[in-house]
């Protein structure tokens, strides 16, 4: 039972380079989100999305781009990354339960922006 | 802008001592959740609370929800080094989808 996968687990970017976050889960959930970590200011949130084929912009979106094209798979792109988008980023996918969202989180993507 | 303040942000305790942590909110949210994260993984849920009031236990672990729902509680009896890690608070509103995540509160349980 695999739950959220998330790809790759480490990556080394220049600055100006391009590169895009897989997503993968496998227990039919309708929601998705990308959220990034970084220390002493929790979870933020990137960009979401309620149901295949549809997206929206959450609290930190600029710089990144989202797509799902598959229920199962959400991507997260970075057309140009910049130095201050080095952090943690977690998937998550959640059921829908009217109030209760219980999310469950992939083991993440350390991402560096040189 | 919904907030969640947790504290404190860190804690060093002796195996064996209990302790308590706090996650707070000038917000009502229609429930809480607190996951536990460990290094290099994903939050992991512990426990949902729904009513005001609510009290929940897990083996050593006793969660409460403020009668408003604007603040929860948790507290670890007789900590283990195997309680060591991230404590994350989140709340959910009626008939949303997304979660408010508070910072966090780091804990070390020394053997």
């Known amino acids: 039972n695999a739950g959220v996968t998330q790809t790759p687990k480490f990556r080394v970017l220049k600055t100006g380079q391009s590169m895009t976050l897989l997503c993968a889960q496998d227990?039919?959930?309708?929601?998705m989100y990308w959220y990034r970590q970084d220390p002493g200011m929790g979870l933020r949130l990137i960009h979401y999305?309620?149901?295949?084929?549809?997206?929206a912009k959450g609290e930190v979106p600029d710089g990144y781009n989202v797509s799902r094209l598959k229920k199962q798979n959400f991507l997260l792109g970075l057309e140009s990354a910049a130095p201050s988008q080095t952090s943690v980023y977690f998937c998550?996918?959640?059921?829908?339960?009217?109030?209760?969202?219980?999310?469950?989180f992939g083991a993440g993507t350390r991402l560096s922006v040189l | 802008t919904q907030l969640l303040k947790q504290s404190p942000q860190f804690l060093s305790i002796q195996e064996g001592e209990n302790l308590t942590v706090y996650c707070n909110s000038s917000?009502?949210?229609?429930?809480l959740q607190w996951y536990r994260q460990e290094p290099g993984e994903g939050p992991v849920l512990l426990v949902t609370?729904?009513?005001?009031?609510e009290v929940k236990k897990l083996k050593r672990l006793t969660f409460q929800f403020g009668d408003a729902r604007k603040d929860s509680s948790l507290h670890i009896t007789a900590a283990q080094t195997g309680d060591t890690g991230l404590y994350l608070c989140?709340?959910?509103?009626?008939?949303?989808?997304?979660?408010?995540f508070g910072a966090g509160t780091r804990l070390f349980v020394k053997a």
């Open positions: 998550a996918s959640s059921p829908i339960r009217t109030g209760i969202n219980i999310q469950y």
């Open positions: 609370v729904v009513t005001g009031g």
């Open positions: 989140a709340g959910g509103s009626t008939g949303g989808f997304k979660t408010i």
């Open positions: 999305s309620v149901g295949e084929g549809t997206t």
């Open positions: 917000s009502v949210f229609s429930s």
């Open positions: 227990m039919n959930h309708e929601y």
